[in-house]
T-cell receptor, first 112, second 114 residues
């Protein structure tokens, strides 16, 4: 079964309003990564957050990780039309055969 | 640096045939992972190769196999194709362990099985 589950499945917001996506997972992880995918193309790595970190920033992106709740959130500040894409969280395990598990993603649509 | 390249980009095959997909990682990257993406199942991990050895394997049947060459280039093979194998196949390279380092994805190979 999928480890990471993003919420919501789809999100439409106005340009400039902050966009928040959440990811929940079931078992302990080594780290968690967020990726973006534009329209059926390859994925682009956004942020990696380790299990001992609580928050990370990269440009307009802010990721939090709460290991007690087994959840992570991705905040995009002042999104633009170019941020329209699907966003995936990936949970990663050092000592499991299926070591990388992606959620089904949040489809983000930024309205002009 | 050149990015991850995958060939071919599009492929149409018939049920029962076999297919080989190719991936060239970023120079210096020794880990190559393969993923299958479908609308129903999402992104699923197939396997990871490091220094010509398969280190990890996802929950896929034995029809899915792969290999990695000494120059880190990788191929994956699917034998006896089924309609359900229609998917976008993505390859990703990483400096070392993808559980510790970011992955760089190629554009994918769109496989259609008829």
């Amino acid at each position: 079964s999928q480890q990471g589950e993003e919420d919501p499945q789809a999100l439409s917001i106005q340009e400039g309003e902050n966009a928040t996506m959440n990811c929940s997972y079931k078992t302990s992880i080594n780290n968690l990564q967020w990726y973006r995918q534009n329209s059926g193309r390859g994925l682009v790595h956004l942020i990696l957050i380790r299990s001992n970190e609580r928050e990370k920033h990269s440009g307009r992106l802010r990721v939090t990780l709460d290991t007690s709740k087994k959840s992570s959130s991705l905040l995009i500040t002042a999104p633009r039309a170019a941020d329209t894409a699907s966003y995936f969280c990936a949970t990663l395990f050092m000592n499991r055969d299926d070591k990388i598990i992606f959620g089904k993603g949040t489809r983000l649509h930024i309205l002009p | 640096k050149a990015g991850v390249t995958q060939t071919p980009r599009y492929l149409i095959k018939t049920r029962g045939q076999q297919v080989t997909l190719s991936c060239s990682p970023i120079s210096g990257h020794r880990s190559v992972s393969w993923y299958q993406q479908t609308p129903g199942q999402g992104l699923q991990f197939l396997f990871e190769y490091f220094s010509e050895t398969q280190r990890n394997k996802g929950n896929f049947p034995g029809r899915f196999s792969g290999r990695q060459f000494s120059n880190s280039r990788s191929e994956m093979n699917v034998s006896t194709l089924e309609l359900g194998d229609s998917a976008l196949y993505l390859c990703a390279s990483s400096y070392r362990d993808p559980a510790l380092y970011e992955q760089y994805f190629g554009p994918g190979t769109r496989l259609t099985v008829t």
